[in-house]
């Protein structure tokens, strides 16, 4: 029987075909980003295109967060010490936040999981650690936030793996990041407490019947429906629709062909509670809904749900495009469904997922996940963190990366092993951050050019607003 000293061995060995230090290296850079950025576009709804590239024009940190694929070709140039496993696979800090699990419970982890796809852990914590360093210099916080945030979340990855070596298989699985959690991690600084404890109290107030006159309104026959607000919610078959004119959606007559489709698979994927539980609400809308910076342009709808007492449930239906990883990764996914293969992956590295999560396809044989419409979620607001709040999210980033890992991978002693107890991989991932920022900026500029001169259309929000007023 192999020991957990036998594991923390192998994963000590593995230095030996890659050294800690040969981590610092930034990869297959001798590029050009603008086809790889061309190429991420691919498939999308051509009008958004232009407004994915105006959300990637705001500053270098939101250029990275919508940009995985260019980063995972340049990270299958670099070294990793040989284990295979399901992967985040766009690992930004961005992508981490607040969740209700179904029993109400606030929870936070790793909560974007579209590109998931079995790969180096490495591949994870080095864009974790870069996006750090991003946007720290894009808030101008100086050189030794940059350092101190981006060793917080290296070490507390270290630690936390390190105890989940110690963990039973059990122990990992069922561990989370809870409320009191993050109480507890706040307390040693006053601004950072009042960050979480206003988190938490924005995420109660994040529900379905908050958002339901948020965003919805009643028809002069009194039906409830969606609110058009372009550019980040239109209807499939309005004059305002930002659908391609020969899109095969754009075709059908109305919504709820398309819905029925959706519900004829999606409702397979549930659990037998959960089917009954979905079938307690009828439908009343469904509409396009536009997110993210890397997302848009690919193809989200949310529908409107209501029960008998017209109490809404808000479902998302995303859509699931082959992984950004998948070209890069010798690894192969074992799912052949976008949908179910983003699904698995998240119950596989969440201690609790959403109540309603499932997949399916749509009438032209595109693949989907579905989920819960921003149900106690919760994101950083990075834009208010001094230096210490900066660093303590950085550590609960750390921590739940590892604890993701662990519980997805089973081998967090080879992990840890690997790691070891010293500075030596904090010291090649800073130095891998450094040189990814500055690479990452002379992207972004590449990118700025070819905006200017017109190889790639940008436009903003205000721009597409504007075309369609009154």
Not at 190 to 202: C, D, F, M, P, Y
């Amino acid at each position: 029987m192999t020991t957990l000293k036998d594991r923390l061995k192998l994963g000590k060995d593995a230095r030996k075909q890659c050294p800690r230090t040969s981590q610092a290296t930034s990869g297959d850079i001798d590029r050009d980003p603008l086809p790889l950025i061309e190429a991420s576009s691919e498939g999308r709804i051509k009008s958004l295109v232009e407004l994915r590239y105006g959300r990637m024009l705001v500053s270098p940190f939101t250029f990275y967060r919508g940009n995985a694929l260019l980063q995972a070709h340049d990270l299958a140039g670099t070294k990793d010490m040989g284990l295979m496993t399901p992967i985040c696979g766009d690992c930004h800090l961005m992508n981490f936040g607040g969740f209700a699990t179904p029993e109400r419970n606030l929870l936070f982890s790793v909560n974007d999981f579209d590109e998931t796809h079995p790969g180096p852990w490495e591949w994870d914590l080095k864009r974790l650690v870069a996006s750090f360093l991003i946007a720290a210099r894009d808030l101008r916080h100086g050189a030794t936030v940059e350092e101190s945030v981006c060793r917080h979340v290296v070490t507390a990855y270290q630690q936390a793996m390190a105890r989940c070596a110690e963990q039973s298989a059990l122990e990992v699985w069922y561990d989370s990041i809870n409320y009191d959690d993050l109480l507890d991690q706040a307390r040693a600084n006053n601004t950072t407490l009042e960050h979480v404890q206003r988190a938490v109290e924005k995420a109660e107030r994040r529900t379905h019947a908050v958002l339901l006159p948020k965003i919805s309104e009643r028809d002069e026959q009194g039906h409830l429906m969606i609110r058009d607000d372009l550019p980040e919610i239109f209807h499939l078959h309005n004059k305002t629709t930002l659908l391609d004119a020969d899109d095969d959606w754009a075709c059908l007559k109305d919504w709820r062909p398309l819905y029925d489709t959706f519900l004829h698979d999606y409702r397979t994927t549930l659990q037998g509670d959960r089917r009954d539980l979905l079938a307690r609400f009828q439908a009343q809308d469904m509409a396009f809904k536009v997110v993210g910076v890397g997302s848009v342009g690919t193809r989200c709808l949310v529908a409107l749900l209501t029960d008998d007492q017209q109490r809404p449930l808000f479902l998302q239906f995303k859509e699931a495009r082959r992984s950004v990883l998948a070209g890069y990764v010798k690894a192969k996914s074992r799912l052949r469904h976008n949908g179910q293969r983003v699904v698995e992956g998240q119950r596989l590295m969440q201690s609790a997922s959403d109540l309603f999560l499932g997949w399916t396809t749509d009438p032209n044989g595109r693949h989907f996940y579905v989920r819960q419409l921003r149900d106690m979620k919760i994101s950083a607001e990075l834009e208010t963190f001094d230096g210490e709040t900066f660093a303590a999210y950085g550590r609960l980033c750390g921590r739940a990366l590892a604890r993701a890992h662990a519980k997805a991978s089973g081998d967090a002693a080879q992990i840890s092993g690997y790691i070891g107890k010293s500075d030596a991989l904090a010291d090649a991932l800073f130095k891998y951050a450094q040189a990814y920022t500055e690479q990452n900026e002379r992207d972004f500029e590449r990118f700025q050019r070819a905006c200017r001169k017109g190889r790639l259309q940008a436009r903003s929000e205000a721009d597409f607003a504007a075309d369609h007023l009154p």
